[in-house]
């Protein structure tokens, strides 16, 4: 379902829930991103040897965006300050519990440099100011049809189905989430209507990780295809205001009677497809409700009955 062309499609929504920031004594959690290189962050510096304005991530980026405003920047104090990170970076300090790698491209491809945890270094002759991505690194991805996603935990990657190219792709799950919802809710909403539009897109996702048994015409497992027929994907279109919704409500999440929300959302305001009240949300009216100061969690339960948001 695609807002921008008024597709009224339904999709089934599910929220997740994620692992929180692990807590080591003594440091302070993880905060949001505030040019500020704390524990459990991935920090770039505009200049060698951690110098210059910093930008700090807590998980994987797979673009970081040219442009102002929706790129992400340098955000702390020094040289840089304002600037883009991608292709502009020059050391950085890994403060997670994870190898990072960083790309030479977008997308997670090129040339690319690791940093184990707690290293601090210098971006090579190659990925200095020619840096597009980096990748939290974990243990071995799921292969083949299989998820590794619970209803309590996240899957770490989704299938999608990339219908006019005719090929199945597996997609870091957090990356996908980010790459939907700037193509199914409109970027410059309120934040509580991204919030909520964060939740429903990353819960329709998570529901069929779990449970699709689909298959391409070729016989290829999937979870999702990437058109209006379930969500509409499409790599490197992450915008700051959307990808900063999914940050904000990553760790949410929505069942009923304890299991994974099945749901659907769709553009209109006042009919979605003949669907049940209290089993539907609709994209402007999110907007509206958000305009007149109710938060994510009270628009979630004004349009979905009977759910826990945890």
């Not at 210098?122 to 998820?147: D, F, I, M, V, Y």
Request: proline share 4%.
């Amino acid at each position: 379902m695609n807002i921008r062309r008024k597709v009224f499609g339904i999709l089934a929504v599910v929220v997740a829930a994620l692992a929180g920031v692990t807590v080591v004594p003594g440091v302070a959690f993880a905060a949001d991103r505030d040019g500020s290189c704390d524990s459990g962050e991935f920090c770039y510096y505009f200049n060698s040897n951690q110098a210059g304005s910093v930008s700090d991530f807590t998980d994987s980026q797979d673009d970081y965006g040219t442009t102002q405003p929706s790129c992400y920047e340098f955000k702390g104090a020094g040289n840089g300050q304002g600037l883009c990170v991608k292709n502009n970076a020059a050391s950085v300090w890994n403060r997670t519990s994870k190898t990072v790698r960083v790309y030479f491209n977008s997308n997670f491809a090129g040339s690319y440099q690791d940093f184990a945890p707690g290293a601090k270094g210098n971006l090579n002759a190659t990925l200095k100011n020619n840096n597009a991505s980096h990748e939290l690194l974990g243990g071995a991805p799921p292969t083949g049809c299989r998820t590794d996603g619970t209803n309590t935990t996240p899957p770490t990657s989704i299938l999608v189905y990339r219908v006019s190219l005719g090929k199945v792709d597996r997609v870091d799950f957090k990356t996908y989430v980010k790459n939907v919802l700037p193509n199914e809710w409109v970027p410059s909403w309120p934040n509580a209507s991204l919030d909520a539009g964060a939740v429903a897109v990353k819960s329709y996702a998570w529901y069929w990780a779990l449970h699709s048994t689909r298959k391409t015409p070729g016989g290829q497992c999937y979870d999702v295809r990437d058109d209006t027929a379930d969500q509409v994907y499409k790599p490197s279109s992450a915008l700051a205001s959307t990808s900063s919704a999914v940050d904000r409500t990553w760790s949410t999440r929505m069942t009923r009677s304890g299991n994974i929300l099945a749901a659907h959302y769709c553009s209109t305001t006042t009919a979605c497809g003949g669907w049940v009240e209290g089993n539907w949300m609709s994209q402007y009216g999110s907007r509206d409700l958000a305009a007149a100061g109710k938060d994510f969690r009270t628009i979630l339960h004004h349009y979905y009955r009977d759910i826990a948001l945890s």
